[in-house]
């Protein structure tokens, strides 16, 4: 139950006006917006709109062409009228000595791309075609979830760019479908691309290091395979849910189902993929 007592007075005097709700909901699902397009969308008398946004005070700003958005207090009233975030969400200094686990799962790189994803556009998009240039070189490739050798050599970009689209789209179409939030579409895609990391570091380490093949089947996997898939999932499951809790400003427990949810579904194709290629890994 969050208190009125841990939570600035601006918050719930937007929240105790049902217009004031749907102002402060359509600037953070628009993230940046007009005068204009408010009053395409209210249909109210400017100064009525005017006061609205006047009382809605540090929740809303204007950058330099006079656009509104969102203030961090403005973020987390937005997502409190979501009914998805405490308001008085804990910064990552508040965690103590847990906090080097957010530093681990990359929170500062995604808040950048929450904040300005077409800002971090294109460094994502160079991370994301080096990335594919590093499978063709090695020729292992991810299928989903699992680091493959893929012949020919260029098949390996191919098979890595429709992984990271096709775990885009599961996670984006989950997220939108169960938890209704359709914001940061953008930045989401480019945290996937960020979440692949533990598996091109594994993809390396296969391709230079280790020399093993196995069926697709876990039952015949050696223990010790078995373990580092787990834990190089494990990984990506935190990098994932990290990028949904601060992309799509989802509680943890939520971020953590719609993870479970893409690993189950990943898992499920990659078997099948593999499978019909019959590739080893």
Partial sequence: ???????????????????????????????????????????????????HLDTLGELITQDASKKYLLTEKGSRAYALIEDELDVSAPGLHVYGRFSFMHTIFLRHVFQFIANDPIRSLGFSILLF????????????????????????????????????????IISE?????????????????????????????????????????????????DVWVIILLFV????????????IVVIKQLRVEKAGTIALFVIFILNGLAF??????????
């Fill in 129 to 168: 075609i080096g990335f594919g240039v590093a499978t063709y070189f090695l020729s292992v490739t991810p299928i989903f979830l699992y680091p493959s050798y893929i012949v020919p050599d260029y098949f390996a970009p191919v098979f890595f760019i429709l992984s990271v689209l096709i775990t885009y």
């Fill in 232 to 243: 190089i999932q494990l990984i990506f499951v935190g990098l994932l849910m990290e990028a």
């Fill in 1 to 51: 139950m969050i208190s009125k007592k841990r939570t600035s007075p601006e918050i719930w005097k937007a929240l105790s006006n049902e217009i004031r709700r749907e102002l402060l909901s359509f600037i953070g699902e628009k993230k940046i917006v007009s005068f204009t397009e408010i009053q395409d969308r209210f249909q109210m008398k400017v100064g009525t709109l005017y006061h």
């Fill in 173 to 221: 179409f989950l997220v939108s479908i169960i938890f209704k939030r359709k914001i940061g579409r953008l930045a989401l895609f480019q945290g996937i691309i960020f979440a692949q990391i533990p598996f091109i570091i594994l993809s390396i380490l296969v391709s230079l290091v280790f020399e093993f093949e196995y069926s697709v089947s876990p039952l015949q996997m």
């Fill in 272 to 281: 099948v993929v593999m499978n019909m290629l019959e590739v080893a890994i």
